[in-house]
């Protein structure tokens, strides 16, 4: 399954039109993670467990776009939208979500 963020792909014509699927996940980070994160926002530098939960959440909401393409016979998505959002009341879940049109090349 070719994956890309462009409307077209070069030397290859879209010869079907499939639809717009779409992929959504929503994580909560832990209580460890929160700690060690606010550690690192008084002192400075990167979170890498937050990173690290930020690009797993990415990678599953794509697998699961992938899967709903799959499934509507198509063998690439263009124009793939990425959005991240806080949700819950205290903004402690993190949703990924995206969105593409799923394409007969």
């Known amino acids: 399954m070719l994956l890309s963020t462009t409307q077209t792909i070069e030397g290859r014509p879209v010869r079907e039109y499939l639809g717009v ?6 994580v909560g980070a832990n209580v460890f993670k929160d700690f060690l994160a606010g550690v690192r926002d008084f002192f400075g530098g990167r979170s890498s467990s937050y ?11 794509l697998a699961e776009m992938t899967q709903r393409a799959e499934a509507l016979g198509a063998n690439a998505v263009v124009g793939i939208d990425l959005d991240y959002e806080t949700v819950g009341e205290s903004g402690s879940m993190l ?3 995206c969105s593409g049109t799923a394409v007969i090349l």
């Open 21 to 26: 699927v779409t992929g959504e996940v929503i």
């Open 51 to 61: 990173e690290g939960v930020l690009r797993k959440a990415k990678d599953n909401a």
């Open 95 to 97: 949703m990924v979500s």
